[in-house]
T-cell receptor
Framework: GAVVSQHPSWVICKSGTSVKIECRSL??????MFWYRQFPKQSLMLMAT?????????EQGVEKDKFLINHASLTLSTLTVTSAHPEDSSFYIC?????????????FGPGTRLTVL | GQQVMQIPQYQHVQEGEDFTTYCNSS?????IQWYKQRPGGHPVFLIQ?????EVKKQKRLTFQFGEAKKNSSLHITATQTTDVGTYFC???????????FGDGTTLTVKP
């Protein structure tokens, strides 16, 4: 149980284009989803917290107009990187929190490796 | 704000040696989670500790939660090459509805 999928697993795009990343909880309803960014050999950097049906809460320094987050259902959250630039190249990982049992436990998706040319 | 610190940042051991990573929080935690991220992979949930002084074991892995619920440790006995990866601890930042992750300890094992 507690499987989270992420799509696509990798994407290469041209500078100036937008990229949408999907995060799905496959066998549970996720009350909260999180989006992280991770640079090589570095820790997880939380970008935003997303609750179903409400606006995402962004961490300080994360541009909400550049990283659009939509959490339309209890099983799906999307992150859209708008007008991507090479400095946006990174490993983006989502996680989902079930909210019952171990309410603080996060289940991570496999990540999306974004390369902006 | 809440800070979660992990030491060491890196640990290189010979296969068969033991390994320990320590996690310290600036605030008292209601619980703590441990995750493992293999090279090129994503974090995978290992365990959650809730009670003061709690000790849990998973085969060669032993997890402890401090009496004051501000620190935790992960100990691996007789490391194997399959243990390589980065181990993260995380504690809930309940006021913000999120968790604070430590920077992780990266373990490499020489066969």
């Amino acid at each position: 149980g507690a499987v989270v999928s992420q799509h696509p697993s990798w994407v290469i795009c041209k500078s100036g284009t937008s990229v949408k990343i999907e995060c799905r909880s496959l066998d549970f309803q996720a009350t909260t989803m999180f989006w992280y960014r991770q640079f090589p050999k570095q820790s997880l950097m939380l970008m935003a917290t997303s609750n179903e049906g409400s606006k995402a809460t962004y961490e300080q320094g994360v541009e909400k107009d550049k990283f659009l987050i939509n959490h339309a259902s209890l099983t799906l959250s999307t992150l859209t990187v708008t007008s991507a630039h090479p400095e946006d190249s990174s490993f983006y990982i989502c996680s989902a929190r079930e909210g019952t049992g171990s309410p603080d436990t996060q289940y991570f998706g496999p990540g999306t490796r974004l390369t902006v040319l | 704000g809440q800070q979660v610190m992990q030491i060491p940042q890196y640990q290189h051991v010979q296969e068969g040696e033991d390994f320990t990573t320590y996690c310290n929080s600036s605030t008292t935690l209601s619980n703590i989670q441990w995750y493992k991220q293999r090279p090129g992979g994503h974090p995978v949930f290992l365990i959650q500790l809730v009670k003061s002084g709690e000790v849990k074991k998973q085969k060669r892995l032993t997890f402890q939660f401090g009496e004051a619920k501000k620190n935790s440790s992960l100990h691996i006995t007789a490391t194997q090459t399959t243990d390589v990866g980065t181990y993260f601890c995380a504690g809930p930042n309940t006021n913000a509805g999120k968790s604070t992750f430590g920077d992780g300890t990266t373990l490499t094992v020489k066969p």
